[in-house]
């Protein structure tokens, strides 16, 4: 049963850093390229940032890129994005995907003073 559970969301200023965790379960995690979306009230969901298996080869967004830091551990089936200088238009559910088939359950992320 493949399972993805996110965690590390959360409120924080301005400026400010989260570092999101995506654990999972059920599937060979170190084979597969995996993804960081988010989806903001009334708005489409997006991608953000998107990494090889190996972590060698990673792709973001524009809107995130020099902020966002996707990595990942292979001996531990976890997926991480790394959030500094986050903006209010950050502000989203913000959920980790394998192949765009299985998701987690999603995060909030509220970026506000």
């Known amino acids: 049963q493949v399972q993805l559970v996110e965690s590390g969301g959360g409120l924080v200023q301005p400026g400010g850093s989260l570092r999101l965790s995506c654990a999972t379960s059920?599937?060979?995690?170190?084979?597969?390229?995996m993804s960081w979306y988010r989806q903001a009230p009334g708005k489409e969901r997006e991608l953000v940032a998107r990494?090889?298996?190996?972590?060698?080869?990673?792709t973001y967004a524009d809107s995130v890129k020099g902020r966002f830091t996707i990595s990942r551990d292979n001996t531990k089936n976890t997926l991480y994005l790394q959030m500094n200088n986050l903006k209010a238009e950050d502000t989203a559910v913000y959920y980790c995907?394998?192949?765009?088939?299985?998701w987690g359950q999603g995060t909030q992320v509220t970026v506000s003073s």
């Open positions: 995907s394998w192949n765009g088939m299985y």
């Open positions: 059920g599937f060979s995690f170190s084979s597969y390229y």
């Open positions: 990494s090889s298996n190996t972590g060698s080869v990673t």
